[in-house]
């Protein structure tokens, strides 16, 4: 089923955190592919579905682009709602259908970061938050988060959203935006570590290459103890 209709109806706290980190580490996958990275460039909540046993799976991969050094322009078909207002900006004969967006852009000016802008809109579309004024839908799954986790996913959304930042949001975690965008998410490997440090799967010394060797089995022990 849809993942919006999945988190609105069923999910609790705990599958929406695993749809969320799940659905990063598939971000992270393609942004990393062994023989060069892929973006997908329409990450949205309804390209993103929820199989029986609560797992999620990307769709529309058609919409991938491979980077690499190539200097053609290639066509592209998104959703502009969700889409980075750069992508937008960049796109050689545009059109549109209704909220698709159709056009051709330079292989060379894709950028990874726009996948996690549009998840930071996915992530305040399945709290059912509206990105334009941060109003809720009624039965927002954000109601049933508790407060820490709320306020630490609108952090999240404040640091992937840098680029073209919804006002409301930096009032909403009381920060400053300098210091907000100071923090930005641009890499997946970083959103799951972040996303990581709130469900409890983050290992500090893993992190750190000299420790995870297996040089500092002490502060492993420590970081571990209760």
Known sequence: RSSKAYLKEVADQAAFLHVMLASAKTLQYLHGFATGPYV???IKPQNIVVAADG?????????CKKLGGE???????FTQDFAHPGLTRLLVSETSAGERVFGRISRQSIDPAWDLWAFGRTVLDWMGVRYDDGSLEQGALAERLDAY????????CARLLTDFQAHWLIEKVGVDEGFVRSLAIRSADQLIAQIGKLVGTYDPIAAVGE???GGCRGARRHVAAP
């Open 211 to 213: 420790l995870a060797a």
């Open 71 to 77: 200097q053609e322009q290639t066509v592209l078909a």
């Open 55 to 63: 797992e999620p799976v990307l769709l529309d991969l058609g919409t």
């Open 149 to 156: 986790t709320r306020k630490y996913l609108f952090l999240l």
């Open 40 to 42: 997908h460039l329409d």
